[in-house]
């Protein structure tokens, strides 16, 4: 017989925080499983994350955190820099909200890696594109597709 989903995830929960590599696990408490669904607008992320959270028992969060729902439009309507930076401090608020729950599992409706994809876009649709984008992307450097060193890793 397999264990349940819910079974699976407990299991590996136990067995990985030991074993945690990120610098950032070995700075601050970290006890929970974290699971990051990332998708296009519209494919079913809000609903896969509010089902699998049910089924683990954990609970579902999204970034930006709700916390900052009143200012996310005015944010969004700057665009550019000032929408970046916006996600991006999202991300780390999302990161300190998930270390103060007391759950043992986390289902997150997309984090960092789309704050990156954002960034990379953005910088993409600039004047200085290519047919297929590709230049633009090989001037952004590698450190815009790199995770953050503080930001805890899923």
Known sequence: ESPSLSDFFQRMYRRDINNLDNPVHHQ???????????????????????????????????????????????????????????????????????????TNIVVVDRWYASTCAYSVATACGKENTTTAGQESVDGLGEAIFRWPDDLMCP
């Open 28 to 102: 601050q408490r970290h006890n929970c499983f974290v699971i990051v669904v990332e998708g296009l607008d519209g494919t079913g992320k809000t609903t896969l994350v509010k089902r699998l959270a049910k089924e683990l028992g954990g609970i579902d969060t999204k970034s930006p955190p709700a916390s900052l729902g009143t200012v996310r439009d005015m944010f969004d309507q700057r665009g550019g820099a000032v929408a970046r930076a916006f996600y991006t401090v999202g991300n780390y608020m999302l990161q300190d909200e998930i270390l103060n729950h007391k």
